[in-house]
């Protein structure tokens, strides 16, 4: 059984053949209409959710399929203070497949250790967000037709932008694709984010606070949200949420084939006086997400016998996870496991 906990679950060639089958889809979606007949999609969504709860389920439903779930903790047994495990025991048994969003990072690597269906991380806390990624894939494959050669700016939130960490973990496997890292000082990308993808990866990358400057080396700008939620205090976001908006005037200078992203939803990061440019892909990135998880619901339904379940690391006497958002503070009975360098293995945080 397959999961998709992070991005790297899947190989390059894998990717490519998820773009592939999503833009076949796209052409023909008649042949595919009843390919899910019988099948349930269980989406638990512990967080809240507009594309991604609805592209699943559109997804699910476009496939002849049926979906079962939740969008708030509040109106499942969560609230009565059931753990991840136990919540995904029971759905295994009511769903052929689960989605699932939960605040907690690490959350989908507990719940794929205990589900007997495959599990899809559809967004855990500030670490990843693979299926976005799949999204964003799909959306440079149509507007660039290539994966490798780009110049990558990402804007905002790099800190707690989970959708920013998969992406950078998915596009540092390609070919001289450089990096553009557009944030305030106190919203830099994390430490794991460029330990694990941008060194291992061979991948270059800037760091700057200015978007301006950056935006006429750019063949992408993914731009995104300041993540109210994720802030400890708030006035820190009440002086960070306006850093940046990308308005028509700041594109005078860049390049005419550049595809403007966002993953969305946006607040004022991106001003509506862009919408009309050509450059703006951003409505049709939200489009592919639905095909895209068409794509990826088929595979993960096709691949039964092949157990990725295995979870690698050590306790280490008396050691808790310093990251106050990982989940291996708040389940009960899971070990608390570490890598040899002593990176958490739910939240790939350091301790
Ligand atoms: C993103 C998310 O949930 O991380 N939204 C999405 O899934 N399209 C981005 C965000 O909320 O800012």
Redesign the pocket.
């Known amino acids: 059984m397959r999961n998709l906990v992070n991005i790297l679950d899947l190989t390059t060639d894998e990717i490519l053949g998820l773009v592939r089958l999503a833009s076949d889809i796209m052409e023909h979606p008649d042949i595919y209409s009843e390919s899910c007949k019988g099948k349930i999609l269980g989406a638990l969504f512990f967080?809240p959710?507009?594309?991604?709860r609805l592209s699943f389920t559109s997804a699910m439903m476009s496939l002849g399929g049926q979906v079962l779930g939740f969008d708030q903790a509040a109106s499942s047994s969560v609230a009565k203070g059931e753990t991840v495990s136990d919540t995904i025991r029971m759905v295994s048994a009511y769903s052929d497949i689960i989605a699932m969003?939960h605040p907690k990072e690490g959350a989908p690597i507990v719940a794929s250790r205990v589900a007997t269906v495959p599990v899809i991380n559809?967004?855990d806390g500030g670490h990843f967000?693979p299926?976005?990624t799949l999204?964003d894939l799909l959306t440079i494959y149509k507007k660039k037709g290539r994966f490798d050669n780009l110049v990558i700016g990402v804007c905002g939130?790099l800190k707690y932008?989970?959708?920013v960490h998969s992406l950078i973990a998915a596009m540092s496997r390609y070919d001289n694709v450089r990096f553009v890292l557009i944030s305030p000082e106190e919203l830099m990308l994390p430490d794991y984010v460029k330990d694990d993808h941008l060194f291992q990866g061979g991948c270059e990358y800037v760091e700057t606070e200015n978007l301006e400057s950056a935006i006429p080396s750019l063949d992408i700008l993914y731009m995104?949200?300041i993540?109210a939620e994720r802030f400890e205090n708030r006035e820190d976001y009440e002086r960070l949420k306006d850093s940046y908006e990308l308005t028509a005037s700041k594109l005078i200078m860049a390049k005419e084939d550049l595809s403007i992203m966002h993953?969305?939803?946006r607040v004022t990061e991106i001003n509506v006086d862009v919408d009309d440019d050509p450059r703006a892909d951003y409505f049709d990135q939200?489009m592919y997400?639905r095909y895209i998880r068409m794509a990826l619901i088929l595979m993960l339904l096709g691949t039964k016998g092949i157990d990725d379940r295995r979870l690698e690391g050590e306790e280490r006497a008396g050691v808790t996870c310093a990251n106050p958002h990982c989940i291996s503070r708040t389940e009960r009975g899971i070990k608390k496991l570490f890598d040899e360098y002593g990176k958490c293995v739910y939240c790939d945080q350091y301790i």
């Not at 959710?49 to 991604?52: C, K, L, V, Y």
């Open positions: 967080e959710s507009t594309r991604t969003r559809a967004g967000h299926t976005q999204t939130d932008g989970r959708t995104t949200r993540q993953p969305l939803p939200a997400g």
